[in-house]
């Protein structure tokens, strides 16, 4: 099997909690695809669960409610892995303490103060935020769109640039492993699948999402990571699997923030 194809059943089965194929191997090439792709693979995951938001406000379900329902759902079908990387990130981050008892605090597991604000803040605008987008015309698209985006932190996580903070975990394993201009590339793409998927959607069917706000989703949502993972640097020496599942939740939140504005 070949790297490609591993890469994807990677991706999968980390970022999601749905069945599927096993990788037959898991390398630095393998990894560099998973990280890279992850946004893609899991999009057909965050359109199902866009579109049944889009249904309940169909349905007269109040937007702020089917808002939380796909956040929910999204949890629910990625392990709310990265939930629990944004929690510990916050708790690890917030301590105050030196980047060993900070490493430290992030590998216990349990949830103290700051990940419980980090949590309730981040994923009840992304619910606040989601519920807008399912209340436009055609929204739901971009809700879609912009919850598969958040994955695209992965790729700057893991970009050459920047190291691991422990010899060993998730962080380790794929530190490291995206090329700097791949992570251009990636960015640039999906800058331009937005602004086109808006004018299209705009045009043909009289979507509500200007291709302004888009840009500036992807714009906020880069400024979220890149910040997130400069502090991670800075205080732990690097990335560690806690940091990935938090810059996606983040990234996720500042694109969804930027398809607000009209």
Not at 125 to 152: C, E, H, I, K
């Amino acid at each position: 099997m070949g790297t490609f194809s591993n890469g994807l059943r990677l991706a999968w089965g980390t970022l999601t909690a749905l069945p599927g194929p096993a990788p037959t191997r898991v390398d630095r090439p393998v990894a560099r695809v998973a990280m890279s792709l992850g946004w893609l693979v899991v999009l057909p995951v965050m359109g199902v669960t866009a579109a049944a938001g889009w249904g309940l406000v169909l349905l007269g379900v109040p937007a702020l409610a089917a808002g939380l329902v796909v956040v929910g759902l999204v949890q629910f079908a990625t392990k709310s892995i990265h939930a629990d990387g944004l929690a510990d990130t916050a708790d690890g981050l917030g301590s105050g303490r030196p980047a060993e008892k900070a490493l430290e605090i992030m590998r216990r597991g349990d949830v103290g103060p700051m990940g419980v604000v980090a949590l309730v803040l981040v994923l009840g605008l992304q619910a606040v935020l989601v519920g807008d987008l399912l209340a436009r015309p055609w929204g739901w698209v971009f809700a879609a769109l912009a919850l598969a985006a958040g994955r695209l932190a992965l790729a700057s996580a893991c970009s050459t640039r920047l190291p691991s903070a422990r010899p060993d975990g998730l962080g380790a394993a794929v530190a490291g492993s995206v090329p700097s201009w791949l992570v251009t590339v990636l960015h640039l793409a999906l800058f331009l699948v937005g602004m086109i998927l808006s004018d299209v959607l705009r045009t043909v069917v009289g979507a509500d999402v200007p291709r302004h706000a888009w840009a500036w989703g992807l714009v906020m949502g880069l400024g979220l990571t890149t910040v997130t993972l400069g502090l991670a640097v800075r205080k732990l020496g690097g990335i560690t699997g806690d940091v990935l599942g938090a810059v996606v939740e983040l990234m996720t939140v500042g694109v969804l923030l930027g398809l607000a504005i009209r």
